[in-house]
């Protein structure tokens, strides 16, 4: 009986948890005894009582549940992303969930933006490192506000860190097939903590030699991933670099409306959300696109043993796209709401 905590946020992570919750509720139908509970952790409640997501609920998520579902956090009364920042990095760090698993399939050729490009092409996953880098908030100010201010942002990067993300990557190719795996850096500018990760990456290697390893500095892999796109199978890189190329691996498969995303753990709770922001313009207006959401849905289900989700869910996209029943963003005129009751009608 997998049991979900579900936090839909701020903005549109609220109009589009709605709608993934329609999926829940029909997964649930089919058979499986899918169980949730909605936590109000967001910008309202933050500013209403200085509440971020407490420790306590950490654990209550980590003991009593198998998995957690955000549909976005951000909002522009906070800027400085405090609550967001508890709430999601917060879990990312507490749970460690050092793997950030964003597929980046084409799902309909006409979505691409690149010329000549087809699904076949268009047909990677991305494991972004999620426990260290830059984004471990590590570093501090000196003398703030005044002339002479220093700000330092230091980047963590362990030999235990790097070295697991790689061995997911080459795991997850070998696991499915996959020939191919790129690690992604600045080692020509970043010296030490790129030395760690090519040494790291071509040791870990060497474990697979059936699987051919490769190397572009990030620049170029984003050069790259514009012009040839097809050279990759699975990219892996850090939390920083990771972040970059996966907006852009979403906007080649037509989109931040329909990114995916799982931050796991394997065998752990594990937390799954779109890719995208809160777009908060677009906060309850029935436009946001929910299909990132919905295909969330299915990375989490794949993650608790039940793969066959992502394929359901990915045909029933497929469909919408090619008869035109499409939101907004994507060239259409369906609204949220009738974007997932579509998927619910056609699964
Ligand atoms: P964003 O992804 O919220 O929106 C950027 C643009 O992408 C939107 O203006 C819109 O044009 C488009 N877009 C994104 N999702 C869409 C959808 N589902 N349907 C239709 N169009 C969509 O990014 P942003 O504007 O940089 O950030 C807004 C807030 O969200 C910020 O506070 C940011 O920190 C936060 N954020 C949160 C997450 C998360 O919770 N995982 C991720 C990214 C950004
Ligand atoms: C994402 C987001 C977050 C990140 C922000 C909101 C901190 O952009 O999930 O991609 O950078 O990881
Ligand atoms: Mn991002």
New binding site residues.
Partial sequence: MPRIAVIP?????VD?TTEAVKVMVAIRASGIDLQWDEFDYNADKYLATGITLPDEEVENFRNNYDAVY???????RVPD?TH?RDI?LGLRFKLDLYVNYRPCHLLDESLCPLRDKGSDDVNFVVFRENTEGVYTHVGGHLKKGTDDEVAIQTSINTRKGVERICRHAFEYAKANGLSKVCMSDKSNAMRFEGDLWQRVFFMVAKEYPDIEASHWFIDALLMQMVKRPEQFDVIVSGNMFGDIITDMGAQLCG???LAASGNIHPGKTSLF??????????AGKD???????ILTVGVMMETLGYPEWTPRLENVVRKMIKTGNV???MGGNLGTAAVGDWVVKNL
């Fill in positions: 946020g701020d903005g549109i992570g589009v955000v549909g976005a956090v951000g909002d522009p992303m967001a999601l989109g931040m409306g959300e779109p890719v995208h922001g809160s777009a908060p313009k677009y436009v946001a696109n929910p299909m990132a959401a939101p907004r963003d």
